[in-house]
């Protein structure tokens, strides 16, 4: 069992590190996204529909925490470079179907690969494998930790 006082320690300072990691993974993302000619937000659009296909827009907005109305203004933009195209649902005309373009699915790949490459340059830094291993071991954790604590605030919000 942890110590409240040593708890309260830990607390403090991974409120601190959340937020400044926070602060300079947007920085390392508005990076990125300049040296392949994106947003960030364009880019991580690219990332949801490389991996699945959105029929609505408000599932797309969901699912990037974006309001419709900037969706549709991030999908104009998308469509104008030719990496999506936006098509009438053949099961259910009113539903609009968002899919990559062999064009958009090419780059998003390519665009993947070079952000993989991008933290492999950034981890290169890290000459022990223990120490990467452990700090991907901690930030899984941390994920999946947060990630229980919310479903289960969730759930005590909504009287379960």
């Known amino acids: 069992m942890i110590d409240e006082n040593n708890l309260t320690q830990y607390a403090k300072n991974i ?17 990125f996204c300049d040296t392949v000619n994106l947003t960030p ?19 797309l907005a969901s699912e990037m925490d974006l309001t419709p109305s900037r969706v549709t203004n991030l999908l104009n933009s998308l469509e104008k470079k030719g990496y999506i195209l936006r098509e009438i649902s053949s099961k259910d005309r009113r539903i609009m179907q968002v899919n990559l373009t062999e064009i958009g699915r090419v780059f998003a790949n390519d665009i993947q690969d070079k952000y993989v490459k991008f933290h492999e340059d950034i981890l290169s830094s890290i000459d022990d494998e223990t120490n990467l291993l452990n700090m991907l071991t901690s930030m899984k954790t941390f994920q999946t ?16």
Not at 22 to 29: A, F, H, I, M
Not at 41 to 59: A, G, N
Not at 145 to 160: A, D, P
Request: overall charge positive; proline content about 2%.
């Open 15 to 31: 409120s601190r590190l959340t937020f400044e990691m926070e602060k300079v993974c947007r920085t390392k993302e508005v990076f």
């Open 41 to 59: 937000v364009e880019f991580r659009c690219l990332r949801y529909l490389v991996r699945d296909t959105f029929p609505q827009v408000k599932e």
């Open 145 to 160: 930790t947060l990630e229980e604590f919310l479903i289960n605030k969730g759930e005590k919000s909504n009287g379960k």
